[in-house]
């Protein structure tokens, strides 16, 4: 049968007319829908959503073109419109991809950070309970504590001066134990 006379068919509802104008054209529009997605899946699923959307408009086609022109330029419209939802899927499944790494990043950096606190916090102890006690509890009353000059000097039963050359010599003593550490770390040079 001819291609007018099928046209003519199956624009009055005939199933079968339009199934072999289907016949007619799915390779081509399989090879376009194909070059355009690269993928036979995605070309094969386009294939047949665009001959969906082809008999659905049939009844509106009013023959000022080709059948052919008229079937490419649904075709490459549906395939554009198929190509645009993909890209903005991509750019959103890469930037939730990219926003879920950088909070991963966030969260082993403050991970990272954590542990290296919890590591000098440790040290820390470790070389104040080095110290010889008398450096050790002025430094501990003051910097830890917090309490004032007066207040340990009266629990010490020393002078506030006394108190004032402990507690420079204890921070001395511990910024000395502390340095290769920090050097180590990268923290001072």
């Known amino acids: ?34 070059g355009f997605t690269h993928d036979r899946t995605a070309a094969d699923d386009l294939a047949q959503e665009i001959f969906l959307k082809a008999y659905l408009a049939l009844p509106g086609f009013r023959g000022k073109a080709e059948f052919s022109t008229w079937l ?3 075709a490459i419209n ?8 993909m890209k903005r899927k991509i750019q959103r499944e890469e930037s939730l991809e990219e926003a879920r790494e950088r909070l991963i990043s966030k969260e082993e950096n403050v991970i990272e950070k954590e542990e290296l606190m919890e590591r000098r916090r440790q040290l820390l102890h470790k070389v104040i309970a080095a110290l010889p006690e008398k450096y050790r509890l002025v430094l501990t009353l003051r910097d830890i504590e917090g309490l004032p000059y007066e207040e340990i000097a009266s629990l010490l039963g020393i002078s506030i ?13 511990l910024r000395e134990k502390m340095e290769p550490y920090l050097r ?3 923290r001072i040079s």
Do not use: N, P
Request: proline share 0%.
């Open 1 to 34: 049968m001819e291609e007018r006379e099928l046209l003519r068919r199956a624009c009055s509802g005939d199933a079968e007319a339009f199934g072999e104008l289907v016949s007619l054209y799915q390779q081509k529009v399989f090879h376009l829908a194909f």
């Open 72 to 74: 490419y330029r649904l």
């Open 78 to 85: 549906h395939i554009k419109d198929y190509l645009r939802k």
């Open 161 to 173: 001066g006394t108190v004032d050359s402990r507690l420079h010599r204890a921070r001395k003593l």
């Open 184 to 186: 180590q770390e990268g």
